[in-house]
Nanobody, 127 residues
Framework: QVQLVESGGGLVQPGGSLRLSCAASGFTFSGFAMGWFRQAPGKEREFVATIGASGGYTYYADSVKGRFAISRDNAKNTVYLQLNSLKPEDTAVYYC????????????????????WGQGTQVTVSS
């Protein structure tokens, strides 16, 4: 069955960096776009970044553009999210998700476009 397991979260000071990983199994990883979303306490889940099946296309939320970077290693069945210049408002549980559609090269930012979700990893930005 499809499994997505996030790791790499933690407590970091403002301005710091983290690298999140999402290890995927149970499907042909290279065939699907992948996304990252986040949910802060008391707020709705929001889109962070997405990457196409081939890795050639990426798209970011305006709030993280220029600070976060999504990438994937199809040989390792893993998608990454590099978080730089972190701010307290980046504090949230971060989830990776698999696209619903096989082979989509330009995935979108809507959560309903993603079928499978990991359990999340907590990122806390605080001094």
């Amino acid at each position: 069955q499809v499994q997505l397991v996030e790791s790499g979260g933690g407590l970091v000071q403002p301005g710091g960096s983290l690298r999140l990983s999402c290890a995927a199994s149970g499907f042909t990883f290279s065939g699907f776009a992948m996304g990252w979303f986040r949910q802060a306490p008391g707020k709705e889940r929001e889109f962070v970044a997405t990457i196409g099946a081939s890795g050639g296309y990426t798209y970011y939320a305006d709030s993280v553009k220029g600070r976060f970077a999504i990438s994937r290693d199809n040989a390792k069945n893993t998608v990454y999210l590099q978080l730089n210049s972190l701010k307290p408002e980046d504090t949230a549980v971060y989830y990776c998700a698999r696209d619903s559609f096989l082979g989509r090269l330009t995935p979108g930012p809507k959560s309903y476009e993603y079928t499978f979700w990991g359990q999340g990893t907590q990122v806390t930005v605080s001094s």
